[in-house]
């Protein structure tokens, strides 16, 4: 458990991935969530609470799982397939959601794959929706919304530093050439007023006007 939480357990490429992701801070911290298998299913509490109902509250055929909840479940199948979700992953065997996860990741760029983790978080966001508000949502519905985070991250990401950061530039006042005279200009403006002023300098820096 000490190398797991220090990166260098199992799933040590995905915990290095979670927080690289192209997306907001919310949805990484989900896929954090996503990796420890900390998200409450139904199957997650009948193991804390024997009362309670441990069948998918959207299908009822099988107890929720996390990987049953985000990729078995008919409602959730139905989005990942209209996302374009490679088959190959769709219909695999997985155990853990984490496993699922890693294999994702593998085949896709780190752009495509925060999209895949926003389509899980939307998957998951219209469970409760279900569950809560008795409200179900259609599938083009889910997608939209996750399609449309992408759009909302690239107004969220102007906030953020660039990847590569912009070339210093030294801004001053620079010596013209010989026999050359240089006009610095500026203007402002202030409610209807227009005003401006303008220096002109020879290479000796001797204000001419």
Not at 160 to 177: A, R
Request: net charge positive.
């Amino acid at each position: 458990m000490t190398l797991k939480h220090v990166g260098f357990g199992p799933h040590c490429f995905l915990w290095k991935l979670i927080w690289k992701l192209q997306t907001l801070p919310k949805i990484r911290i989900f896929c954090w969530r996503l990796g420890h298998d900390i998200i409450p299913t139904y199957e997650k509490i009948f193991s804390i609470r024997r009362d309670v109902n441990s069948l998918c509250p959207r299908c009822s055929m099988e107890k929720e799982t996390l990987i049953h909840a985000l990729k078995d479940c008919p409602k959730a199948r139905a989005v990942l397939a209209y996302s374009g979700l490679n088959k190959k992953l769709l219909d695999g065997s997985y155990g853990q959601c984490v496993d699922w996860n890693e294999d994702v990741a593998q085949v896709l760029d780190k752009k495509a794959f925060s999209d895949f983790i926003a389509i899980l978080w939307n998957i998951w966001n219209s469970r409760n929706s279900r569950m809560f508000q008795e409200v179900e949502e259609d599938t083009k519905v889910i997608w939209d919304r996750a399609a449309s985070l992408s759009r909302d991250f690239c107004i969220f990401n102007l906030m953020e530093k660039y990847m590569i950061p912009n070339p210093v530039v030294e801004k001053g006042w620079k010596k013209p050439d010989p026999r050359v005279i240089k006009i610095n200009f500026d203007a402002t403006i202030h409610e209807k007023k227009a005003c401006y002023g303008l220096v002109a300098r020879d290479t000796d820096s001797f204000v001419h006007g």
